[in-house]
């Protein structure tokens, strides 16, 4: 095949694998495509963690046809015994001729032993091809691989002048419609939104993700203590005995209190403290561990501030609305102390600006 071809086939098999958008985690994105004599045999995606893989299910439904085949993945098939048998040994047994790979799989498990595998068999193996596409549909997988932290994106929506709300906190609605309902995808498509407690206080937000005809699941709701008690009947405390709600806070946190959270279904996260303050670095290392791979913060100036003073933000999403607020107390995006000197700034890269209504969603990342 020609290298355009295999682009297409590549990009047939990433379109695939965002159909399970929301759904995987912690395992990642992955689609595969059987093609044999210029034409697509079978198609499959990992839709959960815990049922068969891509590659597995392609294979399956491709038959004795996947004899002398191509499978297009976007990733490196495991070859290790993990929820699910190794997708290696079923490409062998399927007989497959030739492999394109999009990217190798960091994980130690893998980290390009089954493409040795697969040369060792005879079989002929193509990597790289769409690699960067490849990698950024991972990339939350990719960092919680490397670092075993979630991958953290900062999402905000302000006015023209930079403001996130008035100076009497008046927020709703910055952005129109249509920007709204994209953050509200986002949210569907992360393992869990995060705020500080100040939010929950001042907005009383649910935090869900609430779009009509979606296959996309509610987040984690993660709340991080501080100086104001929240209120029991709290928005984002509904129906935390169903759906997962993250309380961190200090080990000098109010035994009561404690008992009272969890009495409504809340985990309660105890976490090291910095000035008296959750340590934001810990709270991430503890959110790896409990295999949360991704994280929006939806938090105001303050948190915010925390956040990129301790560098832990892997991406933005900025709304920005055609409007006007003003005033020298109005809060914006990043709190804090901010940086001393330019030289300091954190810059965007590989931007994009797309209009949403009236509205501009620009996003990027950090690193």
């Known amino acids: 095949m020609t290298r355009e071809l295999d682009q297409f086939y590549m990009k047939l098999a990433i379109d695939l694998a965002l159909k399970g958008e ?3 985690s912690p395992n990642p994105l992955v689609g595969a495509v059987v093609i044999k004599s210029g034409k697509v045999i079978a198609k499959g995606y990992h839709k959960k963690a815990g049922l068969p ?34 997708c290696v040994e079923a490409i062998i047994e399927a007989r497959i001729k030739r492999v394109v790979i999009g ?19 005879g079989i002929d193996v193509v990597t790289g091809v769409l690699k960067k596409d490849c990698e950024r549909l991972n990339e939350s997988f990719f960092k919680y691989i490397r670092t075993g932290r979630p991958f ?3 999402k905000s929506a302000l006015s023209l002048d930079g403001k996130i709300a008035t100076r009497m906190g008046d927020s709703k609605w910055i952005t129109g419609p249509k920007a709204r309902n994209y953050a509200h995808q ?7 939104v995060l705020v500080g407690s100040g939010t929950v206080v001042a907005d009383d937000p649910r935090l869900t993700m609430r779009l009509k005809n979606s296959n996309l699941c509610n987040p984690i709701r993660i709340i991080v203590a501080g100086k104001k008690n929240i209120p029991i009947s709290s928005k984002v405390f509904n129906n935390a005995h169903k759906e997962r709600v993250i309380y961190a806070t200090t080990n000098t946190f109010s035994p009561i209190r404690k008992a009272k959270l969890e009495k409504i279904g809340v985990e309660v996260l105890f976490v090291k403290h910095k000035r008296e303050k959750v340590n934001l670095s810990s709270l991430m290392e503890e959110l790896g561990r409990r295999e949360i791979i991704s994280v929006m913060i939806e938090g105001g100036a303050e948190i915010s501030g925390s956040i ?12 920005i609305a055609p409007k006007i607020i ?3 107390s109005s809060p914006t995006p990043v709190g804090g102390e901010g940086i001393d000197e330019l030289k300091d700034f954190m810059k965007i890269k590989n931007m994009s600006i797309n209009k949403l209504g009236e509205d501009l969603v620009v996003e990027g990342n950090i690193h």
Do not use: M, W
């Not at 191509?70 to 190794?86: A, K, M, S």
């Open 186 to 192: 986002l949210r569907g498509r992360v393992d869990a």
């Open 308 to 319: 990129f003073k301790e560098k832990l933000i892997d991406r933005v999403v900025y709304f």
């Open 53 to 86: 893989h891509a590659e597995t299910i392609a294979l399956r439904k491709a038959g004795k046809q996947s004899i002398g085949a191509d499978l297009f993945v976007n990733l490196e098939p495991c070859c290790h015994h993990g929820r699910t048998p190794p």
């Open 152 to 154: 953290v994106t900062l």
């Open 22 to 24: 929301g759904q995987t």
């Open 103 to 121: 990217v190798s799989d960091p994980n130690n498990l893998v980290n390009r032993k089954s493409i040795r595998l697969l040369r060792k068999k």
């Open 326 to 328: 003003g005033g020298r």
